[in-house]
């Protein structure tokens, strides 16, 4: 009979751990391209490990409740520090946990099957700590600000929460030089900015706004009219500006698909262009993301995955519009006058 975590922390057989994160990856298949799907088999459970890891400190940190049934405690006890009134010190005490798990993956014998199949993933390819540990503290910030002074605020939120995913893929892909790195890091923040403009309306209904405050103030649009689905001029401007922003750390990150080989190459690719393409529908829909949340079609998807495809083995380009310059859409230097 399998072995099960139990109350006293027994621990899972490492091949039912990695079946485990599989089941969890395919059960949230929207996340993952096409080409992580398409990877060698050897190197697809690795990435199934750390997507599940990914994808559950996510879940605690953004939709545990006190009370309700939580899937991933269900495999592991339940930490005793979580006792907190408020839904936030209870995922905070979650996030604790974790935290302690992943210290057993450097430092000792984990006890949920993520973290059991993670352990043998970070021997296989030496993973750093940090990233996961940033992970972490993105849910954490996510206990404590619902809102973003600046971009620069923002910027560190999306190095936390998106940027040390594609450190970690690389470092799979036995890529861990720091140009890399760096490259990955703008396009990884592209695409959680992105997410953010398709999702405005969605996260402001969850309590949070990822428009940076200081740019919805310089450009005239407030809070109360957010509340109103109210898509004005100040609204679409502002949109823009914040897409063109976007589209520059993907042109940013752009060129790291080029210095990729094999499935590598055509998921950066992927993420690069899909990413893009929702910029473009934001576009599409003059910047209008309140009432209809922007997205691709399947048929878009498929033309995607044969353009990546294709630039993959033929060492054809990218792809990308023509630049455009978000300092053109600047609120504080608009036909020479300050605002």
């Not at 099957?113 to 996510?142: C, G, S, W, Y």
Request: proline share 6%; with cysteine; aromatic share 10%.
């Amino acid at each position: 009979m399998t072995q099960r975590a139990t109350s006293q922390g027994a621990s899972w057989p490492v091949e039912d751990a990695y079946r485990y994160c599989e089941r969890l990856a395919r059960t949230h298949y929207e996340n993952f391209t096409v080409g992580s799907l398409l990877m060698p088999r050897p190197l697809r459970r690795h990435m199934f490990a750390v997507y599940a890891y990914c994808r559950t400190v996510d879940d605690l940190g953004d939709e545990a409740i006190r009370g309700a049934a939580n899937p991933h405690l269900a495999t592991a006890p339940v930490p005793a520090g979580a006792a907190g009134d408020d839904t936030g010190s209870y995922r905070l005490a979650l996030l604790d946990w974790w935290e302690s798990e992943l210290d057993a993956c450097y430092e000792g014998q984990p006890s949920h099957p993520v973290h059991v199949a993670l352990k043998e993933t970070i021997h296989e390819f030496d993973l750093p700590r940090e990233p996961f540990q940033r992970l972490i503290e993105a849910n954490r910030m996510d206990q404590q600000a619902q809102r973003y002074p600046t971009y620069g605020d923002l910027l560190h939120y999306c190095d936390h929460s998106a940027n040390p995913v594609g450190r970690l893929v690389l470092h799979l892909f036995r890529y861990g030089d720091e140009e890399r790195q760096l490259m990955s890091d703008a396009t990884c923040t592209a695409l959680q900015l992105t997410n953010f403009w398709q999702d405005v309306a969605r996260d402001y209904r969850k309590g949070r706004i990822y428009l940076p405050l200081e740019d919805m103030e310089a450009f005239g649009y407030t809070e109360n009219e957010l509340a109103g689905d109210v898509e004005n001029g100040a609204f679409r401007e502002l949109m823009a500006f914040e897409v063109e922003r976007a589209e520059g750390l993907f042109r940013e990150g752009a060129p790291l698909a080029g210095t990729l080989t094999g499935p590598a190459r055509l998921d950066v690719a992927l993420f690069t262009r899909g990413g893009m393409a929702v910029l473009e529908a934001i576009r599409k829909q003059d910047y209008r993301v309140l009432g209809r949340r922007p997205a691709l079609s399947r048929a878009r998807k498929a033309g995607l995955f044969l353009s990546a495809w294709a630039g993959a083995k033929l060492g054809a380009g990218w792809g990308l519009p023509e630049s455009r310059n978000p300092e053109s859409r600047n609120p504080e230097s608009r036909n020479g006058e300050v605002r």
